[in-house]
């Protein structure tokens, strides 16, 4: 079965940092985009950052440029997203999500849209406050 996992949330204070972690289990990560997003309370859900399937290409919101920091370890089978100088408004619950490339020429696009994306983890609560 085809499971992605994440972990890594919590609490933490503005300026803080936080690493997630994107573990899939039932499927090697070696052909696939991997993409983070997240959704807070009321709103839809946001991409957050992108990495491509050869791990040459990386895509990130606006929002979280120079912040945020996308890494992907396929020996592990695992997606990082490493989070610093975290603020208040990146509170929400954070996705990872995985789609498959089907051709090798595919294998450095990015992408931030929802769409695309064919299996998502259950999500880690990530809360920036004082």
Known sequence: QLQLVESGGGLVQPG???RLACVASGFTLD?????????APGKE???VSCISANGISTE???SVKGRFTISRDNAKNTVF???NSLKPEDTAVYYCAAVRMAYKGTYYYT???VDPYNYWGRG???TVSS
């Open 16 to 18: 803080g940092s936080l």
């Open 31 to 39: 052909y696939y985009r991997i993409g983070w997003f997240r959704q």
């Open 45 to 47: 859900r946001e991409g």
């Open 60 to 62: 990130y919101a606006d």
């Open 81 to 83: 997203l490493q989070m």
């Open 111 to 113: 992408s931030l849209k």
């Open 124 to 126: 880690t609560q990530v």
